[in-house]
């Protein structure tokens, strides 16, 4: 697994090297919505734009935009090898072979096409968007964030000699075993890499996830890219994300239609998957509405997925939920997802699995401190805990630029990056979130959203990624 990360930075042609170099290089949820998409609303027209919340880094200014264009053109031009089609076809995933249904398999073969671009730097900005048939458009998400990040890692790179990219990457080394190494040895400790989307580089990911499997061992659970889990013969993990219950309201009608979209998805959903993957995202127009106005079914659910919310509330919220409904919280599944770094993955792990590892305590921690102040601990397994490690794991070079003082701005600091649904059948969407910083759709339609479902159990946190 040794790569020589500044050499090949230094002396390779970047302008000729793909970003992504297959269509299975992104997230594994992308291929379960997609077929979801394909089987329940084929006809529906949708629009993806992609929105820098990171205010301070121009992206116009850093990736120039024939690179972008050559890169969005070569993934237009992949197609699905036969090879990858027989693993999802014969592959086991969540203990379940023929997850993906032939005939959505031989469309992936003959008539899946990603659509056009459109791209623009105006105004000094850069302008992305994506549309055309939904269950066409939908895989641009991840290919554009990869490509955009990785681009903005390359201008950086081409500044630095060969010396400074050794220290770059020498760092960055250091710091991943320093995070790996609080981890080794935490009993019941469940990880995967969820980092695809905002990563420093498809091989330093690839570097990353071989690294946790070959130090972490049955503690690292898997990989949310779907060609890395195919290269290297691990488990693929992902169920669905935020796109789907802004559709599903976008074409509500009215107001009570708006509300029931976010259960009648779930019906569909599990119509159309089972078992591990019945794990819901309650968070896209709040958690605490969700959960209160539930049918009794959504109860019988494997698990939730904590996204926008501080996942040690979330988890007490989910957790109380369920005794609430009379279910046995120890069955069910908790995964955090937003902005995890070694501290909070081991707060959530000690909290909710009932593990503390030698030389933690979450009293170290500022979102564990209440837990353990107001006497909640107990030294059990209170829900079965994982956590998704996205951005600080696959792209965490802070401090590592050699011509970059210690905490001050680099160049190779991650940014907060994301490519949204923005329209479903021509309507709007509207995603309210459990954190307002990350609110997106125009005023009007933000304030209708909040009149329907509510504000109850939100609260503003930093966005870190």
């Given at each position: 697994m040794i790569v020589n990360l500044a050499e090949r930075a230094h002396n390779h042609n970047w302008r000729v090297d793909p970003i992504v170099r297959s269509l299975l290089d992104t997230d594994f949820y992308k291929l379960l919505m997609l077929q979801f998409i394909w089987k329940h609303f084929p006809e529906v027209e949708a629009r993806f734009t992609i929105t820098n919340r990171t205010s301070g880094v121009n992206l116009a200014e850093r990736i120039a935009e024939n690179d972008l264009r050559m890169q969005l053109e070569y993934v237009r031009g992949l197609?699905?090898?036969?090879?990858?089609?027989?693993?999802?076809?014969?592959?086991?995933?969540?203990?379940?072979?023929?997850?993906?249904?032939?005939?959505?398999?031989?469309?992936?073969?003959?008539?899946?096409?990603?659509?056009?671009?459109?791209?623009?730097?105006?105004?000094?900005?850069?302008?992305?968007?994506?549309?055309?048939?939904?269950?066409?458009?939908?895989?641009?998400?991840?290919?554009?964030?990869?490509?955009?990040s990785e681009l903005k890692t390359r201008a950086a790179l081409a500044e630095l000699s060969e010396f400074e990219l050794d220290i770059l990457y020498a760092r960055a080394k250091a710091r991943l075993w320093g995070k790996i190494e609080r981890l080794r040895g935490v009993p019941g400790l469940r990880v995967a890499d969820f980092g695809t989307r905002r990563r420093h580089?498809?091989?330093?990911?690839?570097?990353?996830?071989?690294?946790?499997?070959?130090?972490?061992?049955?503690?690292?659970?898997?990989?949310?890219?779907?060609?890395?889990?195919?290269?290297?013969?691990?488990?693929?993990?992902?169920?669905?994300?935020?796109?789907?219950?802004?559709?599903?309201?976008?074409?509500?009608?009215?107001?009570e239609q708006l509300r029931a979209s976010q259960y009648h998805l779930l019906e569909l959903w599990q119509n159309t998957y089972q078992r591990e993957l019945r794990v819901m995202l309650p968070d896209t127009f709040g958690t605490t509405q969700f959960l209160r106005d539930a049918p009794e079914w959504v109860a019988d659910w494997t698990g939730q997925r904590v996204d926008s919310k501080d996942p040690f509330v979330a988890g007490e919220e989910y957790i109380a939920w369920l005794v609430e409904r009379g279910r046995d919280p120890r069955g069910k599944l908790m995964i955090a997802s937003d902005g995890l770094d070694v501290e909070v993955i081991l707060g959530l792990h000690a909290q909710f699995s009932g593990v503390i590892h030698e030389g933690f305590s979450a009293r170290d921690f500022e979102r564990a401190e209440d837990f353990l102040d107001?006497?909640?601990?107990?030294?059990?397994?209170?829900?079965?805990?994982?956590?998704?490690?996205?951005?600080?794991?696959?792209?965490?070079?802070?401090?590592?630029?050699?011509?970059?003082?210690?905490?001050?701005?680099?160049a190779f600091d991650p940014i907060s990056l994301v490519c949204k649904l923005a329209e479903a059948n021509g309507r709007a969407t509207v995603k309210l979130s459990d954190n307002p910083a990350k609110v997106a759709g125009a005023a009007e339609d933000v304030a209708r959203y909040q009149r329907v479902f509510g504000m109850d159990g939100m609260m503003s946190l930093p966005t870190v990624v």
């Open positions: 197609r699905f090898r036969r090879s990858e089609l027989i693993w999802l076809a014969g592959n086991t995933f969540y203990g379940t072979r023929g997850i993906f249904e032939p005939n959505f398999l031989e469309w992936l073969d003959g008539q899946f096409r990603l659509p056009e671009y459109s791209v623009r730097y105006e105004d000094g900005l850069l302008h992305l968007d994506f549309r055309g048939p939904w269950m066409q458009v939908t895989l641009w998400e991840v290919y554009a964030l990869a490509i955009l580089s498809f091989l330093w990911q690839e570097y990353v996830v071989k690294a946790m499997r070959d130090s972490l061992g049955t503690s690292f659970t898997g990989t949310s890219n779907t060609y890395l889990a195919y290269k290297h013969d691990l488990e693929a993990i992902g169920t669905n994300a935020h796109e789907l219950p802004m559709a599903m309201a976008a074409m509500a009608e009215t107001d107001g006497q909640k601990w107990k030294p059990e397994r209170r829900i079965r805990f994982s956590a998704g490690w996205g951005t600080l794991l696959t792209n965490d070079f802070r401090d590592c630029d050699p011509r970059g003082a210690k905490g001050a701005e680099s």
